[in-house]
């Protein structure tokens, strides 16, 4: 970035190949009215930021959901309900690294949506009637839900056949995500503990 005397911005010049930052710094260190900006490394600290932001907040939101449960039936029910929830977001990071995947803010994103319709699926198959047996013959809770994944998986899911890269990321996690969730939720919520 070039300035003026006075201090006003008067124009940038845009450099490419550049090999070592460090000397170039120092090189430009003589100029008063110039200062170096390396903007793949400011995108990049930005989106760290962000990104870091994005998953403060989702531990809050999971713990406020935890709070809630909590106060309004009992500790034991809200972790029950919760429980599968995050096993399955830990999870869900966890094939994201073992397949090498770079985790993005729209990785995070999408974990936003697996909480969110993770606990759903939970709520729902924790407190389900007792007559309701989890079969597609004799209940509507197994049905209702798996529905519900399917419809996600379709809708948010095929975003990860997209060229473009942000789409890619928010489609891959949830795909994975609600995969995960739908499973462990059933696995682990359907054992009800009581009310």
């Known amino acids: 970035l070039v300035y003026t005397k006075d201090g006003q911005w008067m124009g940038r010049i845009l450099l490419k190949h550049v090999k070592n930052n460090k000397v170039l710094k120092e090189t430009l260190k003589q100029f008063n009215n110039v200062t170096f900006?390396?903007?793949?490394?400011?995108?990049?600290?930005?989106?760290?930021?962000?990104?870091?932001?994005?998953?403060?907040?989702?531990?809050?939101?999971?713990?406020?959901?935890?709070?809630?449960?909590a106060l309004l039936k009992s500790i034991k029910d809200a972790y029950h309900i919760v429980y599968p929830v995050l096993l399955a977001i830990l999870a869900t990071i966890?094939?994201?690294?073992?397949?090498?995947?770079?985790?993005?803010?729209?990785?995070?994103?999408?974990?936003?949506?697996?909480?969110?319709?993770?606990i759903d699926y939970s709520l729902f198959f924790y407190w389900r009637d007792e007559g309701d047996l989890l079969s597609f013959k004799r209940g509507s809770i197994l049905m209702t839900n798996c529905l519900c994944a399917i419809t996600t998986l379709l809708s948010f899911g095929l975003l990860c056949f997209s060229q473009t890269k942000a789409v890619h990321d928010f489609g891959v996690s949830i795909f994975i995500g609600i995969t995960l969730c739908f499973g462990m939720c059933y696995v682990f919520a359907c054992q009800k503990r009581g009310k």
């Open 37 to 69: 900006v390396d903007t793949q490394k400011a995108y990049q600290d930005l989106f760290k930021l962000y990104r870091e932001r994005i998953l403060f907040l989702a531990v809050l939101v999971f713990f406020a959901i935890f709070l809630t449960l």
């Open 94 to 118: 966890g094939v994201m690294g073992l397949s090498q995947v770079v985790f993005t803010i729209f990785h995070v994103m999408g974990l936003f949506i697996i909480l969110c319709i993770g």
